[in-house]
C-alpha cells in the first residue's frame, strides 16, 4: 500500500473498529486495509497462519489506528513449524568464541595487520565469524563497537550455551551503563566503532522502524545517525527467519537496502557483480510497504536464490562515516554513502571507490587514504567457475538432507562443506571420494595463504621505505605518488583478508588481485627508496 494511501486507511480502521474483532479465525478486519499483504497471503504456503501468530495488540490497533499492533521477530515463533530448519541454523560452530584474526595461524596476523590499519578499530580486536546464533552478540561485546559497554552475563561461561536454538541478546549480555547512551571507550584497549547502520546485518527487528537507506525522515524512529547504543539496545534477535523469507505469502525476498539500492540504480555504466550475471539471473521485484508514512522497500525474488539473500550480509559495504577522497573533507553519517554496497569484485573495487570518491581512514603512518574492507564474499563467488558451472552458496553451505523420518529439508546450518562433503562436493564430482575433495581445498587454501603472506612481506617493505622518506624530507609529490600505490596494495591484500573462504570460491581472482597488491607495493617501494638516494646524493 502506497504511502499517500495511509490517511484514508487510518481513517477507515478506525471506523471498523467498532465492529470488528481480531482473531485467528476471523481477519476480515486486518484485510480490509492491509489488501495488498491479504492478496499475497491468500494462495500462499502461510495462508492458514493467523495474523495474530504473528502480531500483538491487534484489538487496540483496531480502535486506535496510532496505536501499532507489536510484530514478533523472534525466529523461534517460525521454528514452531519449520523446526528442522530452525534448529540447524542455530546450530553451533566448532569454532570457540573470540578466536582472533590476527593470531600467529589467522588470515591477518599481527604484527603486520596492525601495522597495515595503521591506527583503525579493527586493531582493538579482529575475530574469525562464528556462527549465526551469535552474530549480534559477539558484535556487540566486541572490545572495538562499543567500547566494552555490554558484556555476558555470566561472563565467560557464556561460551558454554549449546546451540540448536536462538538466544535473545539482552537474556545474555548486560549493559554495564544502562543510565546513559554515551557512545565512548569505557574500558582501556576499546573502541566505539559502531553506529546506526550496525544493526541491519545482524538483526531485522528495526525493520519497521527504519526508512529506505537508514534516511532521516519523520515517523522513523531509528537512522543512520541515530545513537548506536540506542539502536542497538533495542535488537533482540540474531538472523531472523524474515531476512530471506517473506511471513505473509513465503515467498524468498531481502530486506537490505543497501543490496536493494544496488540492485536496482544506475550505476552510469560501471558493472556490478549483479549486471554482469547470466543472462538467466534471478528476477528482482521491489515494492515498497511505507505504511507508517516513510518509504520501506522489500525485494521479492523470482525464486530462491541463495547468492542474493546471502549478499544481504556476506558482502563489502559502508557502514560507517569517511574521508572525500577529492575534495579531503569528512563524509558524515547524513551521507547515504555510509550506508552503501559497492556490489564489484576484487577486479573492479578500486576503480570504483576511485569514482565514488570514499575512502574509509588514513593511515596513520604513511598518511594515504584507505578503504577498510568488508567480507565481500558474495562479489568473490559471482563469475567463478561454481557460479558458472550454477551452483550457489546454497550448493556447498546449504544442501539438502534428510531428517530422522527420511524427511528432505533444506540445511540451513551455513558452515563449510566440509562438514558433510557427501551431499555436496560429491553430488557433482561423483569420481571423488570425500578424502580426496578435503585434500583438494586444504591444497588450495595452503597455496592461497603463501600469496597473501607474500604481498605482506611486499607491503613491510613498503613501510620501511616510506619510513625513511619520510624521515629524509623526502617531496610531497612523490609522497603522494607512493600513496596512490599504497591504496592499491592496501585493498588488494585487505580484500582477501576480509573475505571468508576466498582460496575456494574464486581462487583464480584472488591471486590475480595479490599479485596487484605485490607489484603496487613494489613500486612504491622503488620509488621511494630512489626518492631517498637522491636526496641523500644531493647532500
Known sequence: MKVHHLTAAAALLVALGASFSVSAADLKACTTCHSNIATEHAGAAHKDVACTSCHTGLDEHLKKATARPGTNMDPANCGSCHTAQ????YKTSERPARQSKKAATGPAPD???DRALGGHGFTKEHDLPRSH???AIDQFIVDRAFGGRFEPKEGWLYTT???????????VLKDNYPDTNEHKPFKPGTAAAGNGVCWSCKSADLMLDWAYMGDKVEGAKFNRASNAVDSVRAVNHALNCNFCHDPHNAKPRVIRDGLIDALTRDNQGAPSVWTEAAANKTKVDVKDFGMRGFTRKVAYLEKPDANLMCAQCHVEYICNPGVDAKTGKPIGMDNRLTNHFPFVNADQIEAYYE???YRDFKHSMTGALLIKMQHPDAETFFGSKH?????DCATCHMPKVKDESGKTYTLHWSTSPR????????????DKTEKQMVASIDAMKGYYDGKVREAESRMNDMFDAFEAAIAAGVDQKTLDEARKLHSSAHVNW?????????WFHNPDQAVRSLAKSCKAAQDATALLKKAVAEKNAKK
Open 86 to 89: 530452525y534448529t540447524s541454523l
Open 111 to 113: 604484527p603486520f595487520f
Open 133 to 135: 546464533t551469535w552474530m
Open 161 to 171: 550455551l549449546e546451540g540448536g536454538k536462538h538466544y535473545k541478546v539482552w537474556d
Open 355 to 357: 569514482k565514488i570518491g
Open 387 to 391: 557460479d558458472k558451472a550454477g551452483a
Open 419 to 430: 562438514h558433510y562433503v557427501k551431499e555436496t562436493c560429491l553430488t557433482c564430482h561423483k
Open 494 to 502: 585487505e580484500y582477501w583478508t576480509a573475505v571468508n573462504g576466498a
